[in-house]
């Protein structure tokens, strides 16, 4: 102790500098990185600006009002319907039927490639599950209104029409499983190996270690998959196009026709539309509607989230 309050009290002793100058090469990263986050940023705010300068011009419109915006039931902007309502449950009906089936499946699928697969089976499975991702769209509309609803209508009868929302919704799951369930496996096999084994120490089995130790500690990055597979959900359009129906209808019921936002923006905006008319302001009014459902599902999903989540620490 002596000697250590010598040392200190000597007047040439200094600490040592253990920062670092920065390298050229970092620095130029740094200001790269740093140029990306702005221009995500304003990206954004330039989105956000150009859909409410333009569904400004909609509301603007003096047969237009919130009144008949939100509360009215029935779109059709050109005979002077503004109800927003059938392409927004129509939307929300198919993205919630494509997140009850991709995520128990991803997260199946998900834990067995983490959990139980040999590094060979791994190896091979996932890049297998992966291809589903790289299947354009189109296809997956086709197959929705080819394959899917044929096999609808044999299961639950001549009820289900052959435009309908829960074979677009069935196959926007099976469309985004490979996403949730690469997502989830990562989450997955970053859970620290010490978690595991302090829970077999405890006598915990192998899948109650999985489903009570693993899968709540990757419960973050499960959101974080969760919350890209309901914005890819609720953004999709090909499939909803081809296979949801064609016409906005405001209906519960999932095997009937409905048309989604995504859809009906695709459908009116492959016409000839006058600038500045009402028809073609509505598209910008929708995009904002949107937009604002995609935004207030993922504050939802977060705040879940992190209500449940547990830290590891």
Do not use: C
């Amino acid at each position: 102790m002596k000697q250590e309050n010598t040392i200190l009290e000597n007047k040439n002793f200094r600490p040592l500098d253990l920062k670092k100058k920065m390298r050229p090469g970092e620095s130029v990263i740094q200001s790269l990185l740093f140029i990306s986050g702005v221009l995500s940023v304003f990206i954004t705010v330039a989105i956000v600006y150009e859909l409410g300068k333009e569904a400004l011009l909609f509301f603007n419109n003096p047969d237009v009002t919130l009144a008949k915006f939100f509360g009215t039931t029935r779109w059709q902007p050109g005979i002077g319907l503004f109800g927003i309502w059938p392409l927004v449950t129509s939307t929300l009906i198919t993205s919630a039927i494509a997140i009850f089936v991709s995520l128990p499946l991803g997260l199946a699928a998900s834990l067995f490639l983490s959990e139980y697969a040999s590094p060979k089976a791994r190896s091979a499975l996932k890049p297998i599950l992966e291809i589903l991702a790289g299947i354009p769209t189109v296809v997956y509309g086709y197959f929705a209104l080819l394959f899917m609803t044929p096999l609808l209508q044999k299961i639950f009868g001549e009820g289900v029409q052959v435009y309908n929302m829960a074979s677009a919704g069935i196959v926007m799951g099976i469309m985004i499983l490979p996403l949730i369930s690469s997502m989830s496996e990562d989450a997955l096999s970053a859970v620290p190996r010490v978690l595991r084994e302090g829970a077999y120490a405890m006598g915990a089995t192998k899948f109650e270690t999985s489903l009570q130790v693993v899968l709540p500690a990757a419960l973050s990055g499960i959101g974080a998959a969760l919350i890209i597979g309901i914005s890819r959900a609720v953004g999709e359009t090909m499939i909803v196009a081809i296979a949801a129906g064609a016409g906005p209808n405001f209906t519960f019921d999932p095997f009937k026709a409905a048309e989604t936002m995504t859809g009906h923006i695709a459908r009116i905006s492959g016409g000839d539309l006058s600038y500045n008319t009402i028809d073609y302001t509505s598209l910008f009014a929708v995009a904002l509607m949107l937009f604002l459902v995609t935004l207030v599902l993922n504050l939802i999903s977060q705040t879940i989230i992190n209500r449940f989540r547990q830290r590891y620490e």
